[in-house]
Antibody
Framework: EVQLEESGGGLVQPGGSLRLSCAGT????????MNWVRQAPGRGLEWVAN????????YYTDSVKGRFTITRDNAEKSAFLQMNSLRAEDTAVYYC??????????WGQGTLVTVSS | EIVLTQSPGTLALSPGERATLSCRAS???????LAWYQQKPGQAPRLLIN???TRATGISDRFSGSGSGTDFTLTISRLEPGDSAVYYC?????????FGGGTKVEIK
């Protein structure tokens, strides 16, 4: 059974940084693209970033370019999202998700990031 | 960026009825790389349909997807109380990946 478990969320002040982690089990982690998708309170889904199996390609939504960095460690079966210069509008539940190609097939339960003073 | 517009915003139907959800893209979705997800309150989304019409593993045949190009439809036949959720379409053909705003399905 595919399992994705996020960690690292919490309360951070505007302008601060946070690093999210995602541990994957039950599947061949190194064979899948990994994604981060977020959902602001009471709002819809917004794709944030994804990374190719070997880390050679990374893509971001415009609103996080230059502030967020997605990485992965296949040996540790983990993906990460480094978030810098956080803004109030980054407040959301952040989901880790995996899939073949760019199709998102499996989702974690999410971790809440709150940006507030 | 491909903008996806879902309609209606909310659909209230009775058990046993059929729900028809629409997703319209601002430009053609290449290779019909269009997926549908179901999200229940407090839960993560779940993949229902990929490639516009292929059901994901374990998904009931009451869920069906159709369409191509810019117009796509998710049909839920014989509605059950457990189908109450928000349904999102998403294109995965072009970066940035984008989601529609969602359709809330309420079971009366």
């Amino acid at each position: 059974e595919v399992q994705l478990e996020e960690s690292g969320g919490g309360l951070v002040q505007p302008g601060g940084s946070l690093r999210l982690s995602c541990a994957g089990t039950g599947f061949t982690f190194s064979g899948h693209w990994m994604n981060w998708v977020r959902q602001a309170p009471g709002r819809g889904l917004e794709w944030v970033a994804n990374i190719k199996q070997d880390g050679s390609e990374k893509y971001y939504t415009d609103s996080v370019k230059g502030r967020f960095t997605i990485t992965r460690d296949n040996a540790e079966k983990s993906a990460f999202l480094q978030m810098n210069s956080l803004r109030a509008e980054d407040t959301a539940v952040y989901y880790c998700a995996s899939g073949w190609g760019w199709l998102i097939e499996n989702w974690g339960q999410g971790t809440l990031v709150t940006v507030s003073s | 960026e491909i903008v996806l517009t879902q309609s209606p915003g909310t659909l209230a139907l009775s058990p046993g009825e059929r729900a028809t959800l629409s997703c319209r893209a601002s430009q053609s979705v290449g290779k019909n790389y269009l997926a549908w997800y179901q999200q229940k309150p407090g839960q993560a989304p779940r993949l229902l349909i990929n490639g516009a019409s292929t059901r994901a593993t374990g998904i009931s045949d009451r869920f069906s997807g159709s369409g191509s190009g810019t117009d796509f439809t998710l049909t839920i036949s014989r509605l059950e109380p457990g189908d109450s959720a928000v349904y999102y379409c998403q294109q995965y053909a072009t970066s940035p990946l984008t989601f529609g705003g969602g359709t809330k399905v309420e079971i009366k």
